[in-house]
């Protein structure tokens, strides 16, 4: 994918292009928003991780906001130091589509960088969601694995569902939290794994290949092999 | 803490603490109260003089015309009784009668030639058409002022009348003199007490402003005085210094809190560096290193976390999420919340029961609420012993909501309670677990944000939570986001 990032602290720059190259995208980078802003402009990409304190007399959400003037859609993800709620609130209604605050964790940073990604091109209403032998009926909200039908809780099957949705990426805990229970704080106790366990319970245990796979460090990922 | 490190006020940029008893003499509000002071008793004697006047010398003037008219009148009525013979001897009998010899009377035929009266001839100072006036008559050889009115009697006769008007220009240059003398006294006196005035004006304030002087040089301890005698001045020294107890509390909050930052946040970060240094200087393979490396990170993170606590809580302090306030279901969110520790509470052997209200609405932050009630079901999760039981509930109390999240831990001692909501404070027993000591600090801002309070209370055995919430508070802004 082709990422365009726009940010001036070098350090994080540096830290943030080489990851994200690391993970085979295509990175493209800018310390200034008027660069940055023309870039998005004139070029195609797939996501923007952009900053918010810029210099070149274009912040980041001057920079957004004139972007989505020109009904441009480019998935945005803000990278910011302002960490308020209401900076947040901010970011969001200028047409960001994800936030998050500094200092941050780059397994964070890409896995919801890939989610924006994934959101941007399915856009067309699914009523089903196959992963392997796993199988989501949306509408009936009935699931069903190798042919067999598994039993699950409103919530468990929100669960499954939004790890469906994102198969093959990286889900963090905070993601779960905000997409499946519209929580924006971290709890001190492992809830999320409590949560992912007793699906796993359900969905992998009484089956010989597991779908639910614990990535270190960053979170979880739904897919057939191992990551 | 030491008073070097208060800031101090600056003093160059043109003088930004003017002394305040030296202000230019135009400046000065006591001068201008005493100019004030000066020119009202200035007007409210001019005011008295001009009313002693009317009421003296004016009202003198006023009977003598209307003893002259009256005069004047009743020699027209002789003349229509009696002729020009009558008036003449009426005149004499007048003339005759008048002891205190302070009066004129005069008549003249058509060419003014004197048939009668007490003057040797018509005066010729008095105009002929004018009827009434002031002459100067000689008298025993006296210069006299009579006041005078000169009338027609039919068959062009003219008569005059007279009195002696002496006494009231003696009073009148009495009464100047006195007004005189007054208005230098009124002068004196309104310099004086302008002066009075403007230094009892500066001693009422040099108190208030030696004392605020004081404190902006960094003496916080200063208080203006309170003379007792409940008055404005009182009243307005009461209110600054309650100000500044305010002021004080706020300022030993932040600076416990900054203490307990720098100590608090240096053990974590002293342990972040060391792990960093010991396994610079020490490991010996790369994945020594690298586990290091991943430990200083967690410690790092712990850091981060605390700090956006300590934002959180002085953001919600500073009430300015009251922008998101709006109506939910207080009664789903808790059961969601409920939900998602229960499984937890299950796995670590422990039950979770719920008891909430059906439709239980509340006016607030759905966000700030979430944290705060998962604040203390982890809080309870920490403490509760295996097997333990953790209860929350919620109900309509009022115009209240009560929330209330039981544990059977250990339970907390009697004084730590009182402090338990304080940022950082941790009870000794709770030292060993894992936690910043900031988790009932941004549960209590989150209640006073909702216009209610938390309240910590013995399970016997455990601990038993309340959060108390104003189920549909409103102040001017939320009250306007409702109407919106």
Redesign the interface.
Same mark, same amino acid.
Request: hydrophobic letters at 35%; proline letters at 8%; a neutral charge.
């Given at each position: 994918m082709r990422i365009l990032v726009v940010e001036d602290d070098k350090d994080v720059a540096n830290f943030v292009v080489k990851g994200l190259r690391e993970a085979g995208h295509v990175v493209e980078h800018t310390p200034n928003g008027r660069d940055g802003l023309f870039m998005a402009a004139s070029e195609n990409f797939d996501a923007i991780v952009l900053d918010r304190m810029l210099p070149g007399g274009v912040d980041g959400l001057k920079l957004l906001e004139t972007l989505r003037a020109q009904n441009n859609h480019t998935p945005v993800l803000f990278l910011s130091a302002m !960490?308020? =709620? $209401?900076d947040r /609130?901010k970011g969001l209604k200028a047409g960001g589509d994800d936030y998050m #605050?500094k &200092?941050f !964790?780059f397994a964070e940073l890409l896995a919801r960088v890939e989610a924006l990604t994934r959101r941007g091109k399915s856009d067309a209403p699914t009523t089903k969601l196959m992963v392997a032998d796993l199988e989501m009926d949306l509408l009936s909200r009935s699931v069903k694995r190798a042919g067999q039908k598994i039993d699950l809780q409103p *919530?468990e099957f929100r669960l499954l569902e939004f790890l469906m949705r994102h198969s093959g990426q990286v889900v963090t805990r905070t993601m779960l939290l905000e997409g499946v229970?519209d929580? %924006?704080? $971290? &709890?001190? #106790? +492992? =809830?999320i794994d /409590? %949560?992912v366990? *007793?699906l796993r319970q359900k969905v992998d245990k009484p089956f010989p290949q597991p779908l639910i796979h614990t990535v270190r +460090?960053a979170g979880y990922m739904l897919q057939l092999e191992e990551p | 803490m030491s008073e070097g490190t208060l800031p101090q006020p600056a003093l160059a940029g043109g003088g930004a603490v003017r002394k305040l008893t030296q202000p230019g003499l135009l400046r000065s509000a006591g001068v201008r109260f005493g100019v004030i002071y000066a020119t009202l008793f200035g007007l409210s004697a001019v005011a008295l003089a001009g009313f002693l006047w009317w009421s003296t010398a004016g009202l003198l003037d006023r009977q003598i015309t209307a003893e002259l008219q009256q005069d004047a009148d009743s020699l027209v009525s002789v003349y229509f009784d009696e002729g020009l013979p009558g008036v003449t001897s009426a005149m004499k009998d007048r003339i005759n009668g008048n002891i205190d010899d302070d009066a004129l009377y005069l008549l003249a035929d058509p060419e003014f030639h004197l048939i009668a009266g007490n003057a040797n001839a018509w005066p010729a100072e008095m105009p002929i058409d004018q009827d009434w006036g002031s002459l100067r008559v000689k008298r025993d050889g006296l210069d006299v002022l009579m006041r005078v009115h000169a009338f027609d009697l039919p068959g062009g006769y003219r008569a005059m009348v007279g009195r002696d008007a002496s006494v009231r220009q003696n009073l009148s240059r009495l009464m100047e003199g006195a007004l005189f003398w007054a208005a230098g006294i009124a002068v004196v006196l309104g310099v004086v007490g302008a002066w009075a005035v403007r230094g009892l004006f500066r001693a009422t304030i040099a108190d208030v402003s030696a004392t605020a002087m004081a404190v902006s040089a960094g003496d916080l301890s200063r208080r203006v005085r309170v003379h007792g005698q409940d008055d404005e001045f009182d009243l307005l020294a009461e209110t600054i210094n309650d100000m500044l107890d305010r002021i004080g509390r706020l300022m030993d909050g932040v600076k416990q809190v900054s203490n307990a930052i720098a100590h608090d946040l240096r053990t974590p970060i002293t342990r972040a560096r060391t792990r960093l240094e010991d396994a610079s200087i020490h490991a010996k393979t790369e994945a020594d290193l690298r586990q290091a490396v991943d430990r200083a990170l967690v410690d790092l993170d712990g850091i981060v976390s605390v700090f956006q606590a300590l934002l959180r809580i002085s953001e919600i302090e500073a009430g300015a999420r009251r922008s998101a306030f709006a109506r939910f279901d207080l009664g789903a969110v808790l059961a969601d919340l409920a939900e998602l520790y229960e499984a937890v509470a299950e796995e670590r052997g422990m039950t979770l029961s719920s008891d909430v209200t059906q439709g239980l609405s509340l006016f607030g932050d759905r966000d700030m609420i979430q944290q705060a009630v998962a604040n203390l079901l982890d809080n309870a999760l920490k403490f509760s012993p295996e097997g333990g039981a953790i209860e929350i509930r919620a109900w309509q109390d009022g115009a209240l909501v009560r929330v209330t999240v039981t544990d059977h831990g250990p339970g907390m001692q009697q004084a730590d309670m009182l402090r338990a909501t304080e940022r950082f404070f941790r009870a000794e027993q709770a030292r060993s677990t894992p936690g910043s000591g900031l988790g009932l600090a941004l549960v209590q801002a989150v209640a006073q944000l909702h216009g209610g309070e938390i309240m910590l209370a013995d399970a016997q055995p455990g601990l038993r939570t309340t959060l108390v919430l104003q189920s549909s508070l409103t102040d001017d802004k939320s009250a306007t986001l409702t109407a919106a």
């Open positions: !960490a308020q =709620v $209401d /609130v #605050t &200092p !964790a *919530r229970w929580y %924006h704080f $971290d &709890p001190q #106790t +492992n =809830v /409590v %949560h366990s *007793r +460090n | -």
